[in-house]
């Protein structure tokens, strides 16, 4: 009876001390800049959210043509739309969680006015004429 107990006990102390062993090495000033930096980040997505819109449109216009900046780029700028600010919305309000790794970025680009460069390249390929 007494060793059925023990197991859930030990495991139930292994999940409890694991956390703190990651804020063992770092100082109390980083991780509440951490905290910070994570809370104006969703604060931040969630509000300029709707930015995707226009740029989802523009940057798959850029690589499909006229049917990206009709069709799939709206489409494609309503979704991300309702993700960064969903996202957002969750840094916000779940920033003292040191979540996912170690207050990183949950969405790439971190913010809408990042990531505008193609993500191809679209340089025309030079020949070698000899």
Not at 26 to 53: C, D, H, W, Y
Not at 101 to 115: K, L, M, N, Q, S
């Amino acid at each position: 009876m007494k060793r059925t107990a023990f197991v859930p006990l030990l495991l139930l102390a292994v999940l409890l001390i694991m956390p703190l062993s990651a804020f063992a090495e770092q100082q109390p000033e980083m991780i509440v800049e951490k905290m910070a930096i994570k809370l104006s980040r969703g604060v931040a997505n969630t509000f300029t959210g709707i930015a995707e819109l226009p740029k989802q449109t523009i940057l798959t216009g850029r690589d499909m043509g006229v049917v990206g900046y009709v069709v799939v780029g709206p489409l494609k700028g309503i979704g991300m739309t309702l993700y960064r600010t969903f996202i957002g919305l969750t840094e916000t309000i779940f920033f003292a969680v040191p979540q996912p790794g170690y207050y990183d970025p949950t969405i790439d680009p971190a913010y809408v006015w990042e990531g505008w460069e193609p993500k191809r390249d679209t340089s025309p390929i030079a020949l070698d004429s000899k």
